[in-house]
């Protein structure tokens, strides 16, 4: 059983910062692909980030270039740097573990703004 634990959201100003973690358990972490999720109130799940095992990462071009996601294999860690952000950002934020099985995490809350 996987078990992902996010942290790091919060409340930020347009244009400012903010870093999210998740941590792993439960799984040969290097071995598979992890991404980031959101959902902001009233819309559906969407995806923002992949990063492969070997560090190849994709995002959704709504992000690109003001969202970097990283991982650390050795901490079972990984990581969403979120710059720039933008009311439209606003969501709770999700970590997937994406092996033979799909795992979640319970979700932490970003809300930009002023």
């Known amino acids: 059983q996987v078990q992902l634990v996010e942290s790091g959201g919060g409340l930020v100003q347009p244009g400012g910062s903010l870093s999210l973690s998740c941590a792993a358990s439960g799984s040969i972490f290097s071995r598979y692909p992890m991404g980031w999720y959101r959902q902001a109130p009233g819309k559906q799940r969407e995806w923002v980030a992949t990063?492969?095992?070997?560090?190849?990462?994709v995002y959704t071009d709504s992000v690109k270039g003001r969202f970097t996601i990283s991982r650390d294999n050795a901490k079972n860690t990984v990581y969403l740097q979120m710059n720039n952000l933008k009311p439209e950002d606003t969501a709770v934020y999700y970590c997937?573990?994406?092996?033979?099985?799909?795992?979640w995490g319970q979700g932490t809350q970003v809300t930009v703004s002023s």
């Open positions: 990063i492969t095992s070997g560090g190849t990462t």
């Open positions: 997937t573990h994406l092996g033979p099985l799909t795992y």
